[in-house]
């Protein structure tokens, strides 16, 4: 069965340093997401993505977020300088149709840890 | 923007029992409606969703309901297995969008 893979499981930096949370969704799906989710609170949308470009994001994704498609396969979500707010699971999705009316298969996520 | 409350937050019944959970959204334009299972260390899986123009639906031991005039739906999962314990996310999204607004989850513990 076709899944999305997410790398790495688990990220610890440091204040201030930049990370780059690595997805490869599934093959011919067209639509790309991230998600987040800070411990014990609800899963938050950040952004989706479309044809090589950004459909629509959230407050949360602000100047320090951005995410690319720098080939056929990945997706990136790239923090500039992280904050300890910004420790979290991050999850990636992915669909085939437009917006989340079709199934969006998830990533197992990456916890993201700053310290 | 959307706004999904969900109850109980932690759910706990025995083995062979039924589980029910539920949500309610604030969006009268929301118009889809899954419900995920995340098992520890792994991400949301859909294990049902419903469309609003529908009232109910089932598949095997799980049942999913829609109430659209009192923007509420409900998770039913009948004879519980040990294997049915983990998180249960509901979620709403709106047929303009691309984002789900989740609700803050359901852990369920089933008893053996």
């Known amino acids: 069965e076709p899944e999305v893979t997410q790398t790495p499981s688990h990220q610890v930096t440091q204040m201030g340093q930049e990370v780059i949370l690595r997805c490869v969704p599934i093959?011919?799906?067209?639509?790309f997401y991230w998600y987040r989710q800070i411990l014990g609170q609800k899963v938050e949308f950040l952004v989706s993505?479309?044809?090589?470009?950004?459909?629509?994001k959230s407050e949360i994704f602000d100047d320090q977020f951005s995410v690319e498609r720098p080939d056929g396969s990945n997706f990136t979500l790239k923090i500039r300088s992280t904050k300890l707010e910004d420790s979290a699971m991050y999850f990636c999705?992915?669909?085939f149709g437009g917006g989340m009316n079709t199934e969006a298969f998830f990533g197992q996520g990456t916890r993201l840890t700053v310290v | 923007g959307e706004n999904v409350e969900q109850h109980p937050s932690t759910l706990s019944v025995q083995e062979g029992d039924s589980a029910v959970i539920k949500c309610t959204y604030s969006d009268s334009a929301s118009n889809y409606f899954p419900w995920y299972k995340q098992e520890l260390g792994k991400g949301p899986q859909l294990i049902i969703d419903i469309r609003s123009n529908v009232g109910e639906k089932k598949d095997q031991r799980i049942a999913v309901t829609l109430n659209k005039t009192a923007k509420h739906f409900s998770l039913h999962i009948t004879e519980t297995q040990p294997e049915d314990s983990a998180v249960y996310f509901c979620a709403a999204i709106g047929n303009t969008g691309n984002q789900f607004y989740f609700g803050t989850g359901t852990s369920l513990t089933v008893i053996p």
């Open positions: 093959s011919n799906h067209l639509y």
């Open positions: 999705a992915s669909n």
């Open positions: 993505f479309y044809n090589n470009e950004i459909s629509e």
